[in-house]
C-alpha cells in the first residue's frame, strides 16, 4: 500500500504527480486487483481474507483521492489539465479526475446485470458458476455461488443509499462546474480590466492568485465528493457485493491503459485536414 501522507505535503515539492500515480497504478494492477480476484475465485476462500482483501482495495483508492489533495495545495494546474492521462480517459474526466458518475453507473450496471439474470434464470443446484470478470472476453473462470449471485435481490437500503448519492449528484456536479466556470470568468474579467492601465503583469499575477486559490477550493471539493460516493457505496453493500464493485472499478481504470485498446482507439483518429474535407461536402 502506497502512503500518500507526507509525498505532496511540503510547498515546493519536486516531486510531480503523475509518478505518484504511476506507481499507485502498478500497486493497483499488480498487487491489489490479483490479490482480490484470487481471494473471490477460490471455494475455499475465507470471508476474512475476502474482507481483508477488499478494504486494502478501498483503501488504495481513498489513498489516491488523499494525495490529490495535498498535491493541490502546490499546484492545482497540472491536476486540472493531467498530462498523464491518456486520450481514453480524458473525455472522462471531472475537475481533474474521473466524473463521479462513474461509481454510480458502475452500480448501475451490476443492478441492470441482476435484473438480466432474473430474466435467464440458470440451474439453482450447482454451487460453482462461471463468470466473467469485466463482462468482456476475457477467459472464463469458476468462483463460489454465493459471490457469482451477490448481486441478486439486491436490498431495499442499497437501492434507496443508491438513489440518494443520485439525486445529491445531481446537485454537487453542476454546482462545482458553475464554481469552476466562475473562477475562470472572474480572472478573465479582472485581467482585461487592468489591462488598459497598463499593470499587465501585476494584474495578471493577482488574478492568477486569486482563481488558483478559488480552484483549489473546487478542485477539493468535487474531489471529496469523489471520496463520499465511493463510501457511500462501500457502506451500502456486502462484502460481496463490495468486491465485485472494487473489482470493476479497478478493471475499468486498468482497461484503459491496455496497449491493444489504446492502439485501436490511434487508428480510429481522423485527420483534422480529413475532417474539414467531409464537413465541406
Known sequence: ?????????????????????????????NTLLPS????????DSSLTRLSTQMEALHLHFQSYYDALDLASQNDVAQLLCPTWRNPLEKPF???????????????RSFLTQNDTDSDNENDGDSMVVQCASDRGDRDLFDRPWHIATAWRSPSYN???RVEQVERGLRLMVPALAARARDAQV???ERVARNWAFGTHKAAVEEAMAEQNE???GVFVDANRLRKSV??????????????????????FLVGFRDPELLAQFELCKTPLSKQSRLLAI
Open 1 to 29: 500500500m502506497l502512503k500518500a501522507v507526507g509525498l505532496f505535503g511540503r510547498k515546493k515539492t519536486t516531486r510531480q504527480f503523475k509518478d505518484f500515480y504511476a506507481e499507485w497504478f502498478n500497486t493497483l494492477k
Open 36 to 43: 482480490l480476484r484470487s481471494s473471490m475465485s477460490e471455494s
Open 93 to 107: 474526466l471531472f475537475l481533474g479526475d474521473f466524473h463521479p458518475y462513474l461509481f454510480t453507473n458502475l452500480l
Open 158 to 160: 442499497l437501492m434507496e
Open 186 to 188: 472572474g480572472f478573465l
Open 214 to 216: 478559488e480552484m483549489v
Open 230 to 251: 465511493l463510501v457511500e457505496i462501500m457502506g451500502a453493500t456486502n462484502v460481496y457485493q463490495g468486491a465485485l464493485f472494487l473489482e470493476g472499478l479497478a478493471q
